[in-house]
Nanobody
Framework: QVQLVESGGGLVQAGGSLRLACAHS????????MGWIRQAPGKEREFVAA????????LYSDSVKGRFTISGDMAKRTVYLQMNSLKLEDTAVYYC?????????????????WGQGTQVTVSS
């Protein structure tokens, strides 16, 4: 059983910052990857960023590269997403997810376990 719980969402003005956290509980995370995927109203799920636990490899979507940073603390079994220079188009529900297997990190369908999501709203 895997449980993922996100926190840190909220309302922020454009240009501001937020830090999301995802606490992982359940089976050992070693060998898996964690990702952040977002979904805006009326849009499909969109990959944001991912990190592999074993070597700390990170991957970002072009839309957030240079503004967002994903990091992980295996001892705390927590993954973070630092979001800077937020834009209106970053408004979405952000989900933390764990990849099950070796699917592409930037493919939301590769992630088998999902948190409940946390709302991020960027205002002008």
């Amino acid at each position: 059983q895997v449980q993922l719980v996100e926190s840190g969402g909220g309302l922020v003005q454009a240009g501001g910052s937020l830090r999301l956290a995802c606490a992982h509980s359940g089976r050992n995370v070693a060998g898996n990857a964690m990702g952040w995927i977002r979904q805006a109203p009326g849009k499909e799920r969109e990959f944001v960023a991912a990190i592999t636990w074993t070597v700390g490899y990170t991957l970002y979507s072009d839309s957030v590269k240079g503004r967002f940073t994903i990091s992980g603390d295996m001892a705390k079994r927590t993954v973070y997403l630092q979001m800077n220079s937020l834009k209106l188009e970053d408004t979405a529900v952000y989900y933390c997810a764990e990849r099950d297997g070796m699917g592409n990190l930037n493919d939301p369908s590769a992630y088998a376990y999902w948190g409940q999501g946390t709302q991020v709203t960027v205002s002008s």
